[in-house]
């Protein structure tokens, strides 16, 4: 398993549009996409789950990828978060 944490920076945080972009860049990796926020930890490849986090501004989540390509998965989904705020 890898890890990283991550600063949300943008001003939605993990909401609407970059939570369907996140779930959807998940969901193209065979690895197990877990997002941890306060100790909880939340499926990655669910829409449901990702927004239900309540993920905003500020908030800072474990990004966790397990399984073939979850370097790739980690490397690519962390790019993702970052380039929202950008």
């Known amino acids: 398993m890898k890890k990283t944490d991550i600063l949300l920076q943008n001003e939605t945080g993990l909401h609407a549009r970059p939570a369907s972009e996140f779930v959807k ?3 193209s990796f065979e690895a197990k996409i877990t997002l941890v926020k306060d100790g909880k930890e939340y499926n ?3 829409i449901l789950n990702v927004l239900g986090m309540g993920a905003g501004k500020g908030t800072k989540i474990e990004l966790r990828a397990e399984g073939e390509d979850e370097e790739t ?3 690519k989904l ?4 970052k380039s929202f705020s950008e």
Do not use: D, P
């Open 44 to 46: 990655g490849k669910s």
């Open 78 to 81: 962390s790019e993702l978060v």
């Open 73 to 75: 998965a980690l490397e």
């Open 25 to 27: 860049l998940a969901k």
